[in-house]
């Protein structure tokens, strides 16, 4: 079964509003969790790597203001689209690195992904 | 930069023939190679990789080898299954366990 659980999978929001999508480690504790966006036909593109405890780390292009990254805990991220357009409309995964060696040390494990359509 | 390249376009194929997804890369320094495979409906799960030159990454019957002259890891298997179908992504490391992925190959085995 799934290692790494995301939620909502499918969610349809108006814009101007926020969504936040949750990204759950369920066997084991992740200090470090990564988030990417796949748009149709294209690549996975990682937006930010989010650390236990700290602020998250960017990639270059990604806005930092208006996707939200919170890393409260060992076991959950989350993800908070501000203020979203149609154009943020996207397919978005998350993975978790084992940390401690409770499944596998250091492998990554991929959520199921969330789909967001903005209207 | 780092970056990784797929053979474009879904791939056909009758049960019990041969399949190759080629995958290219561009990279700064060693990166370790992997193939990631989605399955419907699940998240992406690892099913192979390669961290040095030359090494063979192997499962469930697929390979792949690290070759640095050509840049490449091209992933084989010489019979599949309806069950292989799925998508299929290569990718690379680069730091601090970042993952730079290709578009992604849908693999459809016919009966």
């Known amino acids: 079964g799934a290692v790494v659980s995301q939620h909502p999978s499918r969610v349809i929001c108006k814009s101007g509003t926020s969504v936040k999508i949750e990204c759950r480690s369920l066997d084991f504790q992740a200090t470090t969790m990564f988030w990417y966006r796949q748009f149709p036909k294209q690549s996975l593109m990682l937006m930010a790597t989010?650390?236990?405890?700290?602020?998250?780390?960017?990639e270059q292009g990604v806005e930092k203001d208006k996707f939200l990254i919170n890393h409260a805990s060992l076991t959950l991220s989350t993800l908070t689209v501000t203020s979203a357009h149609p154009e943020d409309s996207s397919f978005y995964i998350c993975s978790a690195r084992d940390s401690t060696g409770a499944l596998a040390r250091d492998t990554i494990y991929f959520g199921e992904g969330s789909w967001l359509t903005v209207v | 930069g780092n970056s990784v390249t797929q053979m474009e376009g879904p791939v056909t194929l009758s049960e019990e023939a041969f399949l190759t997804i080629n995958c290219t890369y561009t990279a700064t320094g060693y990166p370790s190679l992997f193939w990631y495979v989605q399955y419907p409906g699940e998240g992406l799960q690892l099913l192979l990789k390669a961290t040095k030159a030359d090494d063979k990454g192997s499962n469930k019957g697929f390979e792949a080898t690290y070759r640095k002259e050509t840049t490449s890891f091209h992933l084989e298997k010489g019979s599949v299954q309806v069950s292989d179908s799925a998508v299929y992504f290569c990718?690379?490391?680069?730091?601090?366990?970042?993952?730079?992925f290709g578009k992604g190959n849908q693999v459809v085995v016919i009966p």
């Open positions: 990718a690379l490391s680069y730091g601090n366990n970042r993952l730079a």
């Open positions: 989010s650390n236990e405890g700290s602020k998250a780390t960017y």
